[in-house]
């Protein structure tokens, strides 16, 4: 039989258990979050392809495309204004939006208000 030096024979401690669990927990609640960052990540980066695209796509077809990405990416029952400027001094296209996306967990509630925007130069 072997034993360690302090006489614990392979059993385990209150507080590896302890590590573990606010390990998982920490996971848990991270990927929840996450997961609101990955849509916001996802929306911006189809406005900023859309506003790279700009100078030879009306505005319409910008804004068909995004409420495409916004029903793949939040569902069917999400609809998003986008406030599409082009123009001005500096001749660029302005993307905007705004929206918020929440999360409710345990002990945990957070509604986030999130406002992506992309500019490109025309």
């Known amino acids: 039989m072997v034993s360690s030096p302090r006489g614990i024979r392979g059993g385990s401690t209150l507080g590896c258990l302890v590590s573990l669990l606010v390990f998982v927990a920490v996971l848990y609640y991270g990927i929840n979050v996450g997961e609101v960052f990955l849509r916001y990540y996802q929306l911006l980066d189809e406005m900023k392809s859309n506003a790279r695209l700009a100078p030879n796509l009306p505005d319409d077809v910008i804004q068909r495309r995004l409420q495409a990405k916004v029903q793949d990416v939040f569902g069917n029952d999400q609809h998003m204004k986008f406030r599409i400027t082009r123009g001005g001094p500096s001749r660029t296209i302005t993307i905007q939006t705004q929206y918020r996306?929440?999360?409710?967990?345990?002990?945990?509630?957070?509604?986030?208000?999130?406002?992506?925007?992309?500019?490109?130069p025309i």
């Open 101 to 120: 996306d929440s999360v409710d967990l345990p002990l945990f509630k957070r509604t986030f208000e999130l406002k992506p925007s992309a500019e490109e």
